[in-house]
């Protein structure tokens, strides 16, 4: 069966600072994978996936096979980065059904 | 453009009472339609979703059931509550082909006293 694993509940960075938020996977097929954010009352949206390879808002995520890991990175936080932030794993055999992490709260210090 | 309700946006309910939350979807057709419950510390539980009219998935056991009697209406029902049932929940669709990006309406917080 299929895991994410976010290890960090609580992330705390001062602005400018780089940041990362881990995010591991398992699954035995080929995985697609996802970061959703969530803002202060604001609702759940897609931040990036890794089949695009684009960076949004300055943040960026490589999958690593070998490491079953879907980090998010950001060089330089910035307070506005200050969200609930969930890492989520399509599996291969159905285009139906994301299996998210726990997320990570995200709180950057000014 | 295509947007998606929940309401109501939040519900205080006595125990054993029934329940009835609903989420509709505008400007797309034939959704695929999910409902979580996200939990603090938990994130983001699935607990059904549906591919088509009728067609309902569900992903675990619990006091809850889902139907979708039109093709963008998701209702997600109870016959009789329980204290467990509190929490948020949270309804989404996604595109029936190509890119599989949920889109999440606003969620609903239920409370169950």
């Known amino acids: 069966a299929q895991r994410v694993t976010q290890p960090e509940k609580l992330l705390s960075v001062f602005k400018g600072a780089p940041v990362e938020l881990k995010c591991n996977y398992s699954y035995s097929g080929s995985p697609e994978l996802f970061w959703y954010v969530q803002y202060s009352r604001q609702r759940l949206q897609l931040l990036l996936r890794h089949i695009s390879r684009e960076s949004i808002k300055g943040f960026t995520a490589d999958l690593n096979k070998g490491e079953t890991s879907f980090h998010l990175k950001k060089p330089f936080a910035q307070e506005e980065d200050s969200a609930m932030y969930y890492c989520?794993?399509?599996?291969?055999?159905?285009?139906?059904?994301?299996?998210f992490g726990k997320g990570t709260l995200l709180t950057v210090n000014p | 453009s295509q947007t998606i309700h929940q309401w109501p946006a939040t519900l205080v309910q006595p125990v054993g009472s029934p329940l009835s939350l609903e989420c509709t979807v505008e400007g797309t057709s034939n959704p695929n339609l999910y409902w979580y419950r996200q939990a603090a510390g938990r994130g983001l539980q699935l607990l059904f979703y549906s591919v088509g009219i009728g067609q309902i998935s569900s992903e675990v056991p619990q006091n809850l059931s889902a139907s979708r009697p039109q093709d963008r209406q998701f209702i997600l029902s109870s016959k009789k509550l329980l204290l467990s049932d509190s929490g948020f929940y949270l309804c989404?669709?996604?595109?029936?082909?190509?890119?599989?990006?949920?889109?999440f309406g606003a969620g609903t917080r239920l409370s169950v006293l």
């Open positions: 989520a794993l399509l599996s291969g055999g159905s285009n139906y059904k994301l299996t």
């Open positions: 989404a669709w996604s595109p029936p082909m190509g890119e599989n990006i949920q889109y």
